[in-house]
């Protein structure tokens, strides 16, 4: 639940924001109507390490404008947002800088402008699916309970002949998603890690156990499963830990009768000079491996590099991680490692 609400004027002239104002100013959170220019000179505190954890329980309520949708390979076809950012706290988290300076949680309420662009997007080529990922800015789950957003998106797309929706959660509250009518058209994936992960960097989000528990529930369900391991670390233990993780997958997966093969999604810890000056400010005490002399270069668009485990730790990391999903779910999918 966040400490203040700021309400775009915008969003009170659809229903939902209507809805959410109704719903927070009769709770003992601070609301306040104004502009989102407004919003960053709010949120209290003096220094970085004051004011993040103070903007991760900041809410805007607002619209979502545009109408352009960005590719989101190798996820999907195109990537669109319910919310931007999330109230977990990872240290790792890639929106430390595309979010730096906005690490306050938005919710967009004008739905049916989002699934219209979202219509328009639908690339019609016969039998083609064009596949849209709801998570990359930020993730629905962790707002669920307060928006619904997420279930209309799911019954939304459980209509829809050539499109599929992808989510990905760190969060356990699904049992609002379990009745929807999805058609089998959401491929829900669970960001899971190993239980050091877990514990030292994602802060504020679902247990090891409570995420392997929610994610037999959607399986059982009905969605398209899915999986995805980010960032995989290296470090004393790590091959345990790991090896674990996928036994308990199996143990809490095998009974159930999936209606699709799982899907498993793998990338290693990065970082960008960039994102490691945050880090440092906003977790001071940070356990992170950002030592730059272990690590090798990894260049991107515009120029941009990122550091990367060394080739022989990569491969090393791919072949055993690739092993234990080979002998554990010998029909699950590898759709990407990187």
């Given amino acids: 639940m966040p400490e203040r609400v700021f309400f775009e004027p915008s969003s009170l002239k659809y229903p939902l924001g209507r809805e959410l104002y109704d719903y927070f100013k009769d709770k003992n959170i601070e609301v306040i109507k104004t502009s989102i220019q407004n919003v960053s000179r709010m949120i209290p505190g003096n220094t970085e390490k004051e004011r993040y954890p103070r903007a991760k329980k900041t809410l805007v309520v607002t619209t979502k404008k545009g109408t ?17 950012n999330c109230p977990g706290n990872c240290e790792y988290c890639y929106l430390q800088t595309s979010q730096a300076f906005k690490p306050y949680l938005r919710t967009y309420v004008n739905l049916e402008d989002i699934f219209d662009n ?8 016969g039998n083609k699916i064009t596949t849209f990922e709801v998570a990359s800015s930020g993730d629905p789950l962790g707002l669920e309970h307060i928006t619904g957003s997420l279930s209309k998106t799911i019954e939304f797309f459980g209509t829809l002949d050539n499109a599929r929706l992808r989510v990905v959660t760190k969060f356990d509250s699904v049992e609002p998603l379990l009745g929807l009518k999805h058609n089998s058209h959401t491929r ?10 877990i514990k030292n960097f994602e802060h504020n989000t679902a247990t090891f156990d409570k995420r392997i528990e929610a994610a037999a529930k959607i399986a059982g369900a009905g969605y398209p499963m899915g999986f995805i391991v980010a960032p995989l670390m290296i470090y004393e ?9 996928f036994d308990r ?9 999936l209606v699709e093969p799982i899907t498993f999604e793998f990338i290693q810890h990065r970082f960008t000079p960039t994102a490691k000056e945050f880090i440092l400010k906003r977790f001071p005490g940070t356990k992170l491996d950002m030592d730059e ?18 080739k022989e730790q990569f491969g090393e990391m791919k072949e055993f991680i690739s092993s234990l999903i080979l002998d554990r779910f010998p029909q699950g999918v590898i759709e990407y490692f990187t």
């Fill in 68 to 84: 352009r949708l960005d590719v989101c390979k190798p996820s999907a076809n195109f990537e669109f947002s319910l919310v931007t």
């Fill in 118 to 125: 979202i219509k328009a997007h639908i690339v019609n080529d």
């Fill in 188 to 197: 829900f994936r669970f960001s899971i890690n190993s239980r050091y992960v």
């Fill in 237 to 245: 233990g790590w091959k345990e830990e790991y090896t674990e993780l």
């Fill in 249 to 257: 997958l199996k143990q809490q997966i095998i009974n159930i009768n």
């Fill in 293 to 310: 002399s272990k690590r090798t270069l990894k260049w991107g668009k515009y120029g941009r590099f990122k550091y990367v485990y060394p």
